[in-house]
């Protein structure tokens, strides 16, 4: 009975994997001597605001954001945003330097199946994207074959994070 039940539950968890910290990723990403979590709520105004400017439908007002410091000086942030891809979340991080453009972007938690999971290479291809460019798949960003519903969910996230950093200055 163990053997079956392992064998029935252990798949389950292989498919839920968390993949890195946030507050971890953020302080190495800006070479931060601290990082500070706030969670973000956006007014209704800000909601309408933030679905124009990214072009996205907005799900909900509360945003996580980590604020990378030196002292008491912000050196970039850290936009958690978790997304649907097929039939299970995704969530990313979305680390923006203080010129309003994308450092990296960092898969935290994939509960997809791994193989869906876009490569390092194709998330380098957000570096130094701001929210001036459109951020569209086949545009500025290359499709990735066998990913591609996870690369429309992190495109569409990059252009949430961008346009949250622009709205909600933390």
């Not at 050196?75 to 649907?84: E, F, I, P, R």
């Not at 450092?103 to 001036?132: H, Q, R």
Request: aromatic share 6%; glycine share 4%.
């Amino acid at each position: 009975m163990k053997t079956v039940l392992s064998l029935l539950v252990f798949p389950l968890l292989a498919f839920a994997q968390v993949l890195g910290d946030p507050i971890a990723l953020t302080q190495r990403a800006f070479n931060a001597k601290s990082v500070e979590q706030q969670n973000i709520i956006l007014s209704q105004a800000q909601v309408q605001q933030l679905m124009k400017a990214s072009q996205q439908p907005i799900e909900t007002k509360i945003y996580r954001v980590y604020s990378a410091k030196n002292d008491s000086k912000t050196v970039g942030y850290g936009v958690l945003l978790n997304k649907k891809v097929r039939t299970k979340t995704a969530i990313a991080l979305y680390l923006i330097d203080m010129s309003g453009k994308i450092k990296s972007i960092e898969i935290v938690a994939f509960n997809e199946p791994i193989e869906y999971l876009p490569s390092k290479t194709w998330l380098d291809g957000f570096d130094n994207k701001s929210s001036a460019n459109t951020l569209k798949l086949n545009q500025d960003i290359p499709t990735t074959t066998g990913a591609t519903l996870s690369a429309r969910a992190i495109t569409d996230g990059a252009r949430i994070a961008l346009s949250l950093i622009d709205i909600a200055k933390p």
